[in-house]
Every structure is written in structure tokens, then in C-alpha cells.
């Protein structure tokens, strides 16, 4: 990208097209840059990198709000749940969750509420013993909402600060399974004697348009607080996270960089803004 | 729908005439929005509106049809002839054993689709094997147990091997030895741009010479699925694709975008998270699902 490119429309179709090519969907890549086309009037905007830098330090001002916050729940324990479509990340994303916040001096649960897939206890089994934690589990095909009942239960007889409950991968569009999530909300509430501190999201960032949908309908069923980012260390830049963030207000909490447990941080909405046209 | 939207577009347009090019490239905005927001790669997008407005630029307006319609028909014969056959067949190897070995990035439903398979080529008289080549994913050996165990199909898994070539060589002489003719290799999750884990792949590809080394992708998958797919195709030899969780609702354009970019064929979508959840890919229904 030429530093000294003069601002014309063959540069806002340049501009245009990184935007796309980031998942940030055609019509969220269009308002952007007419928004652009208005910025570079007004404040006199001289050359391909001023309008670049430009575009970056809005997309930053838009996703930096409750970057790696966690809602902590007045008297312990704190509730995070973790859903999501099937393979975005879920069960790994809490596996470096609870290295997250053990490192920050919490006290871990961890409620195996997948119940379902082939493997899914086990898997969560083997980090809860490579971190150190415990965590709650019944039988396979089991409530999983008595799972998070259970947990939150344990959680405060054992004096632990935070739970985090696994839930299956389920699509937006099966009915029954998103039914069974709001119950599962709804048990969690009862056990808590409030809502789940944290509902957090996971969103793989190789997915493209299909994640406003994903976002919109889980956000019908119960109130996400949070997005969890995953697989940034791929090609993909997950700029369909803009579209969420103007349509449904939902922050961006955390980014998964990597299949280890460190491999998770803050999100970082500059070298986000940053790799869209790196 | 793109055919209410083209409506819009061409409603001053009754009757008899030749579509002008303003009003091809007003229907085009509409076609770009289409192919974008169904996740079809902007550059494949770009080389097939070109080819549209070419082809509908000048066409008469029938009578049988009208202006918008007459578009979307010709989106749809594009989209069609970019994405070629159906699919449903496997390559079988002219005396046993038959390999398939799937590839793909994390969580695209790999070790899932080896029930899949397996369910399939026993339907055709087949006998399944499964190997168990993931080594790295927390308890992903016992996931392949499990999906074995619910499709009654053997697994080979070794826990104690950190060589995944030898695992893979080992599962084909088991499978010969319980008199299985297709043997199944689940891998891990891999990034086309992991050197470690693109060369395990090269040397899994080059020791078992399978008929088969299919590329699984989400079909939510944006506007990465060219990169995907142009990596793993031009390192390994990828025979087909297999598309998952179409049971969703995402339009599924990376399915043009990797047809386009790679000229390899969609062989079967994955439509449920059940050992039965594997159709056969059909282009055009899946023209017409993009289309939206
Ligand atoms: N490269 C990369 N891989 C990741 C990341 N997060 C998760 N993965 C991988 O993605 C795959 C799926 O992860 P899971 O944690 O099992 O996903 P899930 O959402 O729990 O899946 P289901 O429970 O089946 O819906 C695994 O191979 C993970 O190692 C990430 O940030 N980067
Ligand atoms: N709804 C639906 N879910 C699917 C389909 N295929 C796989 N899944 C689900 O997607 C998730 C990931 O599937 P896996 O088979 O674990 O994916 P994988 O490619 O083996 O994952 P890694 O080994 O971590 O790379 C699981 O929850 C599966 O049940 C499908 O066609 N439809
Ligand atoms: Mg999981
Ligand atoms: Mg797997």
C-alpha cells in the first residue's frame, strides 16, 4: 500500500475492497467509506495514508469498549457461560480462561454442561487436570443445566471466585437446542439468585456474514454480554465483528490466538484495525 | 430474495425492448450485494458479475419472463456452471486398501465426518476402518473412539506414538488384518499457514497415497476460504471438498469461492451433527441457496 497516493476514487475502491476482504460485509465497508469520503472534506485529508489511518482509528474507537473487562459478581461466585455454534472454540477458549484468570490469583470451577457431543467431558476433563482445577461433571447425556447448578453450588461451598460453564455447540437455527440454552440461563439464575454474570459468545473469526445471524439469534435467547474472538492467528481477520458491535452494541471482550492455554488476550482493537489493511 | 430486489430495479422496464446496460449495472449493485453478503470471495464476485453483464447486456425482454427474472436466471446458470457436477462419489483404490484422509482447519467437523464416511461406504458394501490421527487435541483419540463405537466401525488409536505417519501406517496394516477395505484418517486441526503442521500433512499424504485427500470447510466460512483452499491445494493433493454444517443458515459462497479459485469438486455436504448428516453435494441447489 503506497504511503503518498493521492485520495481519489481508485484509492476508496482500494480501501473498500480490504474492508471486504476482512469479512466486514459490503454494506458496513460501504458506510465506512463514505463516512471516509466525508472526514477526508472536512478535515482535509491529503494522501492514502492520512484516509488509511483514518479508517483504523475509527474501527478502533468502535471496538475498544469493554476490551478484556469481566462483569465480577458482587459476592462470589462469579458466572461466566460459554456458548456458540459447533467447533468455534468454546471448550478451548475456557480452558485458556481459566490459565487467564488463575494467573490473575482466582479460584476456578468448571462446569462440563456439554453433555452431548462425542468426547466433549473428556476433552474438558483433560485441561481442567493440565490447569489444576476442578470441575463438575455428570454423565454423558445429562441435564445440562443441573451440571451449572451443581457447579455454582460447589463453587460456593469450596469458596472458588469464579465458575465458567462449557455448553454444547449448538446452530442458531435448531429451535430445541436454543430453548435448551435458556433454560439453561434460567437454571444458572436460580443458582446465582441473579442473571449469569458473563454470557459470553465465541465467534470463529474464519466465518463470514453468517455470524451477524449467529450473533442476532443468540442475543434473542439470552443476554450475551461478550465476544470471544478465536483463531486470529489464521488468515482471516473477523471484520464482521464491526457489523455486531454498530447493530447489536456487544463488546468485544477477549481474542483466541492459538490452540494453548496463554494463547488468549484482551481484545485488542488497534492491531485489529491494524491487520485489516496489513 | 435477489429477484424481489432485481424487481425493484427493473419496474420503468415493461414489456418489449433490450435490457441497457444502466439498468444491467443497477441490477449488478443488487447481484454484488447478493454474492458478498453470501460470502463469495470479492474477487470471484468481481470475475462473475463481468461475465453477467456481458451475457445480459442487449438480451431482448422476453415475454415469458420478466427483466429480473431473466437476470437471476442468468446469476444462476453462472453460479451453476461455476460449481460443476454434483458430487457423492468416492474414489475407491483398485485393490484394498482404499485411503481417505481428511484435511482441514480447526473445528471444520473433521473427526466427525469419519462416522460420516464410514456409514456412507458401508451403505455401498464397503467395510470401514478408522484411524485416529489427531495426537494433539485434548481427548480427541477418545472422541474417534466414541464416534467409532455409535457407527459400529473399528478404530485404530495408539496413545503412546508421537509419530503420526507411523500411527497412520500402523492403522492400514490393522485394517487389512480385520479385513476392512476403506480405512479413514482423522487429523488434527491445521492452519495452511502452520509449516509444522502443512509438512506433517505432505509426509501423511506421501506415506499413504490415499485415493482420497479430502479438504473439509465450514460453509460459514468468509471471505479466508480462497486462502484456505489455495494453500492446502497447492501443497497437498486434494482431491475434493467437503462442506459442513449446511444445516445452518449461512448461504455458503465460499462453495463458488473455492470451485472458482481451485477447480476442485464439492463431493459431500455435511448436514447434521448424526452419523447420517452427510448428503450428496448437488450444484444446482446450492446455486440456488447462494442466490438466497
Ligand atoms: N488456531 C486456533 N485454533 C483454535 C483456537 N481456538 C480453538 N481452536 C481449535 O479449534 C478446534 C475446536 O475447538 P473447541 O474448543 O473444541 O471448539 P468448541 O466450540 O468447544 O467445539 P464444539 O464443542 O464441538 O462446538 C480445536 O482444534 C481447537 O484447538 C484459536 O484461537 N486458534
Ligand atoms: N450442525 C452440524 N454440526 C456439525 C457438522 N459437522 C460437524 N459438526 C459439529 O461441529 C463441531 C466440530 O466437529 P469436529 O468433528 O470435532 O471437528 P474437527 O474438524 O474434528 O475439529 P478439530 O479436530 O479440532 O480440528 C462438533 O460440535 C460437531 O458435532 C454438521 O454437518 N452439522
Ligand atoms: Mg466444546
Ligand atoms: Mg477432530
Request: proline fraction near 3%.
Amino acid at each position: 500500500f503506497q504511503r503518498r497516493t493521492k485520495i481519489d476514487d481508485a484509492l476508496f475502491e482500494e480501501l473498500e475492497e480490504s474492508l471486504i476482504e476482512a469479512d466486514v460485509g459490503y454494506e458496513t465497508a460501504l458506510s465506512l467509506v463514505t463516512r471516509l469520503r466525508e472526514a477526508v472534506r472536512k478535515e482535509r485529508l491529503a494522501t492514502g495514508e492520512e484516509a488509511q489511518n483514518w479508517l483504523k482509528a475509527d474501527i478502533e474507537r468502535n471496538l475498544s469498549a469493554g476490551s478484556g473487562v469481566i462483569q465480577w459478581a458482587p459476592n462470589p461466585p462469579t458466572l461466566i457461560m460459554v456458548v456458540g455454534v459447533n467447533g468455534t472454540g468454546k471448550t478451548t477458549s475456557i480452558a485458556k480462561l481459566t490459565h487467564y484468570f488463575q494467573s490473575r490469583g482466582n479460584r476456578v470451577i468448571l462446569a462440563a454442561a456439554d453433555t452431548f457431543r462425542a468426547g466433549a467431558i473428556e476433552q474438558l476433563q483433560v485441561w481442567a487436570d493440565r490447569l489444576k482445577t476442578d470441575m463438575i461433571r455428570h454423565r454423558e447425556g445429562a441435564d445440562p443445566a443441573a451440571v451449572v447448578f451443581d457447579a455454582v453450588t460447589a463453587a460456593r461451598a469450596r469458596g472458588a471466585d469464579l465458575v465458567i460453564a462449557d455448553t454444547a455447540g449448538r446452530l442458531h437455527t435448531k429451535t430445541n437446542l436454543m430453548d435448551e440454552l435458556r433454560k439453561v440461563n434460567r437454571v444458572s439464575e436460580r443458582a446465582l439468585g441473579r442473571s449469569a454474570d458473563e454470557v459470553l459468545l465465541v465467534l470463529d473469526a474464519t466465518i463470514g456474514q453468517n455470524a451477524v445471524q449467529q450473533a442476532r439469534a443468540f442475543t434473542d435467547t439470552l443476554p450475551i454480554t461478550g465476544i470471544i474472538l478465536t483463531k486470529l492467528d489464521g488468515t482471516a481477520r473477523g471484520g464482521v465483528v464491526l457489523s455486531i458491535r454498530n447493530e447489536l452494541g456487544i463488546p468485544i471482550k477477549f481474542m483466541g490466538t492459538g490452540e494453548k492455554p496463554t494463547d488468549i488476550q484482551a481484545f485488542n482493537a488497534k492491531e485489529f484495525a491494524d491487520a485489516i489493511f496489513g | 430474495s435477489l429477484a424481489e430486489k432485481l424487481q425493484g430495479v427493473f419496474e420503468r422496464l415493461r414489456g418489449k425492448g433490450t435490457l441497457r446496460e444502466q439498468d444491467v449495472n443497477q441490477a449488478l449493485r443488487e447481484v454484488r450485494l447478493a454474492l458478498l453478503g453470501a460470502d463469495v470471495n470479492f474477487r470471484v464476485a468481481k470475475d462473475l458479475e463481468n461475465r453477467i453483464r456481458e451475457r445480459a447486456v442487449g438480451v431482448e425482454v422476453l415475454e415469458s419472463l420478466t427483466p429480473a427474472q431473466q437476470v437471476v436466471k442468468i446469476v444462476h446458470e453462472e453460479l451453476c456452471a461455476i460449481l460443476g457436477d454434483d458430487g457423492g462419489y468416492l474414489r475407491f483404490a483398485s485393490k484394498p486398501p482404499t485411503v481417505i484422509l481428511l484435511v482441514g482447519l480447526q473445528g471444520t467437523g473433521k473427526t466427525t465426518t469419519c462416522g460420516k464416511l464410514a456409514v456412507h461406504v458401508r451403505r455401498q458394501g464397503r467395510r470401514p476402518f478408522l484411524v485416529a490421527g489427531d495426537i494433539y487435541r485434548p481427548a480427541a483419540i477418545r472422541q474417534l473412539q466414541v464416534v467409532g463405537e455409535g457407527v459400529k466401525t473399528p478404530v485404530h488409536a495408539d496413545l503412546e506414538q508421537r509419530d503420526v505417519v507411523r500411527i497412520a501406517q500402523d492403522g492400514v496394516r490393522a485394517a487389512l488384518s480385520a479385513q476392512c477395505d476403506v480405512v479413514i484418517v482423522d487429523t488434527a486441526g491445521r492452519l495452511h499457514v502452520d509449516e509444522d503442521m502443512m509438512g506433517e500433512a505432505e509426509r501423511l499424504e506421501k506415506a499413504l497415497q490415499p485415493s482420497e485427500t479430502l479438504l473439509l470447510l465450514d460453509s460459514m466460512t468468509g471471505q479466508d476460504a480462497v486462502n484456505v483452499a489455495t494453500q492446502f491445494t497447492s501443497r497437498l493433493n486434494i482431491t475434493g471438498f467437503i462442506l459442513t454444517k449446511l444445516d445452518g443458515d449461512t448461504r455458503g459462497g465460499a462453495a463458488i469461492s473455492i470451485r472458482a479459485v481451485t477447480g476442485k469438486p464439492i463431493r459431500f455436504v455435511g448436514v447434521s451433527e448424526k452419523p447420517e448428516g452427510l448428503e450428496v453435494f448437488q450444484s444446482e441447489r446450492m446455486a440456488s441457496r447462494i442466490l438466497g
